[in-house]
């Protein structure tokens, strides 16, 4: 589980987050969603341990994170496959190296090992030709695959972190990414946290939708409160989704 509880952070003098809270179970489908530069990101880098609050309290899987070294935070990173926000590969390195990076760097697995789970991975997510190409030679698509790839590659996963997976995308490369992560997730009996701009990919995909504004949580619920919400930034935000759903 994870638990945000009254989390504060700023960076320097801009506040980003103003006291959230929430707890949420691994298993579940989860969206978070709010305007750009509301603190979208910020909360999936607390999540990891990456930046530490300001005030208040993260749990993950019981252990209070807030100061944790290095170390004893590795295990916890362990529990998250992520893919972040544009999902940056290393352009010096062919996809398979990409792929097997974190296996060589973290489980410090044999060659043989690795290259037959890289090619494993690929194959999981639908790229299976790609493995010698370089991240220059790939279409958005597949660039978003490989990266979803590299996220899988940990093991142990009790949760996907997927940051903006179809950012950047035309509407068919959004829809099989859309796909794969349902797939993916059922595949795994796992849940996901992600964040996305785009209402319509939340809708698809989650049941649980927490909204963020100015640095607060102002909605958090299923998919029959969204739809009759009367907050308005919030029904602002799924005005698209209405005219979508009632099609
Ligand atoms: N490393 C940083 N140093 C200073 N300010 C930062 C840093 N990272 C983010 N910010 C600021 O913090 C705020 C929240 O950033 P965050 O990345 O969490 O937003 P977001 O909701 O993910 O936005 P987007 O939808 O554009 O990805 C923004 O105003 C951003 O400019
Ligand atoms: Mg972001």
């Given amino acids: 589980m994870i638990i945000f509880d009254d989390v504060w952070f700023s960076y320097g003098d801009r506040e980003v987050l103003k006291g959230v809270s929430f707890q949420a179970d691994f298993h579940e489908r989860i969206a978070v969603l709010g305007e750009s530069g509301g603190g979208k990101t910020t909360i999936l880098k607390l999540i990891l341990g990456l930046i530490s609050p300001d005030k208040g309290k993260i749990i993950i899987d019981g252990v209070n994170i807030n100061n944790l070294s290095e170390e004893e935070l590795i295990p916890i990173r362990r529990k998250f496959s992520i893919v972040f926000q544009e999902g940056a590969l290393f352009d010096s390195l062919p996809v398979k190296e990409n792929v097997a990076f974190l296996m060589r ?27 010698e190409l370089m991240p ?38 959004s829809e099989r990414i859309v796909a794969l992560i349902r797939d993916l997730a059922e595949r795994e009996s796992i849940g996901f946290m992600i964040i996305t701009h785009v209402v319509y990919v939340a809708w698809q995909l989650c049941d649980r939708f927490i909204f963020l504004k100015d640095g607060q949580i102002i909605f958090d619920g299923d998919k029959r409160e969204l739809l009759s919400t009367n907050i308005q930034p919030v029904k602002d935000f799924i005005k698209e989704l209405l005219f979508r759903v009632s099609e």
């Fill in 105 to 131: 760097e973290i489980l410090r697995l044999p060659d043989e090992e690795i290259y037959l789970k890289v090619r494993e991975l690929l194959q999981r997510v639908g790229v299976s030709d790609a493995e």
């Fill in 136 to 173: 220059e030679e790939l279409s958005g698509g597949m660039h978003r695959r490989v990266a979803i790839a590299r996220a899988l590659a940990i093991g142990k996963t009790k949760m996907f972190l997927y940051d903006e997976p179809t950012a950047g995308l035309d509407p068919v490369n």
